[in-house]
């Protein structure tokens, strides 16, 4: 059984950083080989993704976070990151983690089938 674990989050003030993680178990996902996204939602918001990372290594992030966010992973640690640097209180949410079962990402995070249960992020003015 596939399991995401999110770990990291926390409350900083604005322009802080924090850098979340998401420890990937279970032998049906090949992590290496997999797109993997990171995504946050906000109270009384819709979820929306922030970072994604495709099997080859592409990677695409959402306008808001450009240039602020770096995503990443670890594959011999079945490990993603995300390093959230110059934060905002906009970017307070739920984040979470979730993997696609195949090598492309899709267009919608719909379509990502393992998700992790979440980790808190606040950020104070």
């Known amino acids: 059984q596939v399991q995401l674990v999110e770990s990291g989050g926390g409350s900083v003030q604005t322009g802080g950083s924090l850098k979340v993680s998401c420890v990937v178990s279970?032998?049906?996902?090949?992590?290496?080989?997999?797109?993997m996204g990171w995504f946050r939602q906000a109270p009384g918001q819709e979820r929306e993704g922030v970072a994604q990372?495709?099997?080859?290594?592409?990677?695409k992030y959402a306008g808001s976070v450009n240039g602020r966010f770096t995503i990443s992973k670890d594959n011999a640690k079945r490990t993603l990151y995300l390093q959230m640097n110059s934060l905002k209180p906009e970017d307070t949410a739920m984040y979470y983690c979730a993997a696609y079962g195949g090598r492309l990402c899709p267009a919608s995070g719909i379509d990502f089938g393992y998700w992790g249960q979440g980790t808190q992020v606040t950020v104070s003015s």
């Open positions: 279970g032998d049906r996902l090949r992590f290496s080989w997999y797109c």
């Open positions: 990372i495709d099997g080859d290594g592409s990677i």
